[in-house]
């Protein structure tokens, strides 16, 4: 059987291909292996690519044409359109205006405002509150909390800063901050690795003092989460080609190795799998933010154009697709932004139907006074167990949300939540 | 039984074997290693795991197995995870 024309094997192996020059282009790790050139199947696999670059590239065509999740838009250009100061504040009131509203109201940033340094001439630091998602015991909610629980709505904060002032050396202010994973993606979007590789291993002692606390089950949370996206960025950082950047994503896979040999049995695997709904749903939260703001006129400077695909998780990047299909560019934006903060969701997996299902609780939350989710959700899971198999979206923009499940994955519906504990 | 790579990076995980046809009905995670099974749950195929990929790996379902025959990658096939 032939599809346009190639035979289902040729199409499957440029499928294969494709995929796989994707996957080194973001910089691949391999258990088992010293470095990734060194391990036998996929140095051949990369030398077959290297030499079918075309073949590839054909494939991308056809991968089209099958839907496969390999495919995604080629990486774009970074550009960055400076807007006024005061658009930066318009932002920060369409996230208040959310929560004052009294939705979907956890671990969200509660304010985000934009002020000179003071130290530095001409530059911004930017200052996010949370209303706290899980505590960290030794460390201030302002820094932590927020790192762990609003990873999108950060990289849309440091996409404004980059919007603003994309002159500002951000590296300063990255470190300054728990949330320096973000910043150090706007500081790659600037192809600034090398300031990249600093902020990471800067942050690297966070990460250390997480590892202390994470034989708590709230530190074991933060930590997880934590763990992601700090595999998320060092996965990234290895395909700099500047040698700091490189060191810090080796020093921080390392210090990912001696974590996972600390980690509390006691608290499997459900914490990530709760960070990540966590993420998701913060994602879409963000990609709301940007709905209502694009809706009243707020960001339509807001033109980020990232390159942040290559990064992001293959749902996050599809729900991407799927906004901007449905005319919401800014939103699909916003999605992609935020895909690129953890290393949590991936095709089908189970953890991603869960989490649009937590999308959809508090979405219910809303609509009917059932409270199933709340700071709750995240300090001890267990409201994950409440989650219905089918909830309606009563939560205006959340509509979209169930829409999209229902076109991924139609009648079937998520209903293994006892999965989770 | 066949040697097994994973391959993880962000822009996406995979299991690459050795061959020209992927297989597989499912796929597991042991203490020290990853599997892709039979329908009989055999292990057909097995590879390294570690640190990373105990972390990435548990919240994967679905995932991508590519053959890489002498040719270069030849074949696709999404494995679940194993009930």
Redesign the interface.
């Known amino acids: 059987m032939k599809l346009n024309g190639v035979s289902q094997?040729k199409l499957?192996?440029r499928?294969?291909?494709e995929?796989?020059r994707?996957?080194?282009?973001?910089?691949?790790?391999?258990?088992?292996?010293p470095h990734?050139a060194g391990?036998p199947?996929?140095k051949?696999?990369l030398?077959?690519?290297a030499?079918?670059g075309a073949v590839a590239a054909a494939g991308h065509a056809d991968a089209k044409t099958m839907k496969h999740?390999?495919q995604e838009p080629a990486a774009s250009t970074a550009s960055f359109k400076p807007i006024e100061p005061h658009h930066a504040y318009e932002f920060t009131a369409a996230t208040n205006e959310t929560l004052e509203s009294g939705k979907a109201d956890w671990g969200r940033i509660k304010n985000v405002s934009y002020r000179p340094d003071g130290k530095q001439k001409d530059s911004y630091s930017v200052e996010l509150h949370s209303d706290g998602l899980v505590p960290i015991p030794g460390l201030s909610t302002k820094t932590c909390t927020v790192s762990v629980a609003s990873p999108g709505n950060l990289a849309f904060a440091y996409g404004q800063m980059l919007d603003i002032r994309p002159d500002v050396d951000l590296t300063a202010t990255a470190q300054m901050h728990g949330t320096a994973t973000c910043a150090a993606m706007a500081l790659l979007e600037r192809d600034q690795l090398d300031a990249y590789g600093k902020t990471r291993l800067g942050l690297a002692p966070i990460a250390r003092v997480l590892s202390v606390i994470g034989n708590s089950k709230n530190g074991w949370a933060a930590y997880s989460a934590a763990?992601?996206f700090e595999?998320?960025s060092a996965?990234?950082m290895l395909k700099s080609d500047q040698p700091t950047a490189r060191e810090g994503g080796a020093l921080i896979?390392d210090s990912?190795?001696k974590l996972?040999?600390i980690a509390d049995p006691k608290y499997?695997?459900d914490a990530?799998?709760m960070m990540?709904k966590a993420n998701v749903a913060v994602h879409v939260d963000g990609a709301n933010h940007l709905i209502r703001a694009s809706q009243k006129g707020r960001l339509s400077a807001f033109d980020v154009t990232t390159d942040m695909s290559?990064?992001?998780?293959?749902n996050n990047s599809q729900i991407g697709d799927w906004l901007e299909a449905k005319g919401l560019p800014h939103a699909g934006r916003a999605a992609r932004i935020g895909a690129?903060t953890g290393?949590?969701?991936?095709?089908?997996?189970?953890?991603?139907r869960q989490a649009l299902g937590n999308i959809f609780a508090n979405a219910t939350m809303s609509g009917n006074g059932k409270v199933f989710g709340g700071p709750d959700l995240a300090r001890d899971g267990s409201a994950f167990q409440n989650i219905p198999a089918k909830v309606t979206a009563r939560y205006g923009n959340l509509d979209f949300v169930k829409e999209y499940l229902d076109e991924r994955f139609g009648s079937e519906q998520p209903k293994e939540q006892v999965a989770l504990r | 039984m066949q040697r097994l790579e994973v391959v993880m990076s962000a822009a996406g995980n995979m299991f690459l074997v050795e061959g020209t046809q992927s297989f597989g009905a499912s796929w597991q995670l042991t203490d020290e290693f990853v599997q892709i099974l039979d329908a009989n749950g055999t292990a057909l195929a097995q590879g390294p795991l570690g640190p990373v990929g105990r972390a990435v790996l548990p919240k994967l379902f679905e995932i991508d197995v590519i053959a890489v025959g002498p040719n270069g990658p030849a074949d696709l096939r999404k494995v679940r995870r194993a009930a």
Do not use: N, Y
């Open positions: 094997e499957k192996a499928i294969a291909a995929a796989l994707k996957v080194h282009a973001a910089g691949a790790v391999i258990e088992g292996a990734p391990s199947i996929w051949g696999a030398a077959a690519i030499l079918a999740p390999a763990f992601e595999a998320a996965l990234a896979l990912l190795g996972a040999q499997p695997s990530i799998t990540g290559g990064l992001g998780r293959l690129a290393l949590v969701l991936e095709g089908d997996m189970l953890a991603s």
